[in-house]
């Protein structure tokens, strides 16, 4: 679901940073999507692992029929992803 | 100008100095790529000088361990018990508050016996057995001095180079001017211990292994001494190594594009900090797996070895990272502040770090690797002959003493089996060879290559260096 992907992108940048990606950087973060994806379908306990809340467990995400466990993990790894930008780290 | 500006100006300039003089520092990445036979080889002079040591394990006794009762000694000072200290000897000394309100200053001699030992018939205390065993292989420097009397500002002096915090550590200009030998682990690595003594310690704080005003990749990394030694080192369930490489590159990308528009130095040390997490995810486990080492290695190093965060154990994975060429290993080790029950305390201390401490010495020597790692050992200042608190035959407590205090360095171009200044009588100022703190941290920079008079970074108008700006000298004499 493209639009889906930019939407989601966006909330995210939005969130985090107060902005929008540029071309470039949304390049590098729908790559990293494709990836993530493509790992998360062809290893789908992998998937369901990463969901899991071992210290909470009532905070474990459940795939449902619209989100299935790859689309959740894709998520999951890009928003750490883009936690983890020094942009997002550091406010000046 | 804006600062940051400056700085990527200066960081373009430092870049390009590393890039095209061989006589720049930047032969050190030379020196990791080709190894230093290649490096001579070649005729390129990577260093400023050639380098005796590769790196170097400082073992820092926090609390000012009393040289009276363990390297210096006075004996004297027995005829001397219970008698005031002469003016003429204390001389204007300024005291700390803890004996400035004393009415006397009684002498306290040493309890322990002091024996000669080995072919160089250096003096120990019986406190040290297992050092004693290898004082040929130490240079004992026993004038040491600074004008710090209190803990923080004389341990900030002795590890940046200044009273004032907010310099770079020893380690942080060693990582910056000669990087690491392997890019799986830190070039600093700092390791701190679990102590014996019956007494609250002096605090530690991180910057004592800070980075100042060089860039922040430069920075000791502190190793747990409880648990896992890093913390989240492991990837959660469902990200594996090659998960974990695409986040990160993606990452990388994202963040090397906000570098190239902001400039900012701290953006890349972010970058290569998260690198160097990365490696450390296979590094450190292995670092700190200690089942492989011989039991007669472990035996060497004592019973606290298989412990974690004690001084034993941090000694043999000092050793551990030595072999995997971190730079520079720094461990402390706290408690030395006897300012009462010292002869409660004291041997407790000194039975924490002897065996260790002589273990690491030997099984650097065994390996071959003593001629080029550098070992150092000691405090921030003395302590003071006079007794602070009650005094009697048995026990004791000494206060903060600056004029006068011991060292002992070993290998990386260290004469073994000698020692290197003397003190008077009542081991409070010093009557050959002062060393200052300034001229201890010059020679360990020495060893490793580095003139401290040309290694400096501009900041705030002035070229600053590990040394400061007063004169420091290399100890000339006890170099090999």
């Known amino acids: 679901h493209p639009g889906d992907t930019d939407s989601r992108t966006d909330y995210l940048s939005l969130a985090l940073l107060g902005r929008e990606l540029a071309d470039d950087e949304r390049v590098v973060v729908n790559n990293a999507i494709a990836q993530f994806h493509n790992t998360y379908t062809s290893h789908s306990s992998d998937a369901e692992a990463l969901l899991v809340d071992d210290v909470n467990p009532t905070y474990t995400i459940h795939p449902t029929e619209k989100h299935d466990a790859a689309e959740l993990a894709t998520w999951t790894m890009i928003t750490s992803q883009l936690m983890n930008l020094d942009e997002s780290l550091t406010k000046n | ?480």
Request: proline letters at 5%.
């Open chain 2, 1 to 480: 100008m804006n600062s940051v500006i400056r700085d990527a100006i200066s960081l373009e300039t430092r870049r390009q100095f590393f890039g095209k003089t061989a006589a720049g520092l930047g032969g050190a990445a030379l020196s990791h790529l080709l190894g230093n036979e290649a490096l001579a080889a070649s005729g390129a002079n990577g260093f400023q000088h050639a380098p005796k040591a590769r790196r170097a394990i400082y073992l820092f006794m926090s609390g000012a361990p009393s040289q009276i009762d363990l390297w210096d000694p006075k004996p004297q000072m027995k005829e001397w018990f219970d008698k005031d200290l002469p003016d003429s000897i204390r001389n204007g000394q300024r005291l700390t508050t803890m004996t400035s309100g004393q009415t006397r200053f009684p002498v306290a001699p040493s309890i322990y016996d002091f024996q000669r030992h080995g072919n160089s018939g250096t003096e120990v205390s019986s406190l040290l057995p297992h050092m004693a065993g290898v004082v040929d292989e130490i240079a004992l420097v026993r004038s040491m001095w600074t004008e710090a009397i209190n803990h923080d500002p004389a341990i900030t002096y002795i590890q940046t180079g200044n009273q004032i915090p907010g310099r770079p550590s020893l380690g942080s200009w060693l990582s910056y001017g000669l990087g690491s030998e392997n890019e799986n682990l830190p070039a600093f690595v700092v390791l701190n211990s679990t102590w014996s003594s019956k007494r609250d310690a002096q605090a530690l704080f991180a910057r004592l292994w800070g980075s100042g005003f060089l860039p922040s990749k430069h920075q000791g990394v502190a190793l747990r001494s409880q648990g896992d030694p890093v913390l989240y080192l492991s990837d959660p369930k469902g990200v594996d190594r090659s998960v974990r490489r695409t986040m990160l590159d993606g990452l990388n990308t994202l963040n090397q594009k906000h570098y190239e528009q902001t400039l900012d130095p701290e953006v890349q040390t972010r970058i290569s900090q998260y690198e160097m997490a990365f490696r450390m995810q296979a590094s450190v486990p292995d670092l700190t797996d200690i089942s492989d080492e011989p039991e007669h290695v472990l035996d060497m190093y004592g019973p606290d070895v298989r412990t974690p965060g004690t001084f034993a154990y941090n000694c043999l994975l000092s050793r551990r990272m030595a072999e995997r060429g971190v730079r520079f290993s720094q461990i402390f080790h706290r408690g030395w502040d006897q300012h009462g029950n010292l002869t409660g305390d004291l041997p407790l201390q000194a039975r924490d770090i002897d065996q260790p401490s002589a273990a690491l010495v030997k099984d650097l020597k065994m390996r071959g690797m003593l001629d080029d790692t550098l070992v150092v050992w000691g405090g921030e200042f003395g302590r003071t002959i006079y007794c602070q608190g009650k005094l009697s035959q048995t026990n004791y407590g000494r206060d903060h003493h600056p004029r006068c205090f011991s060292v002992w360095m070993a290998g990386g171009g260290v004469k073994g089996g000698v020692t290197h200044g003397e003190t008077d009588d009542f081991s409070y100022n010093i009557t050959k060879d002062p060393v200052h703190i300034r001229d201890l941290n010059a020679t360990i920079l020495n060893r490793l290559g580095i003139d401290h008079q040309r290694f400096s970074v501009k900041h705030m108008g002035l070229d600053q260096r590990l040394t400061g700006v007063e004169e420091a000298h290399v100890v000339r004499d006890i170099l090999v």
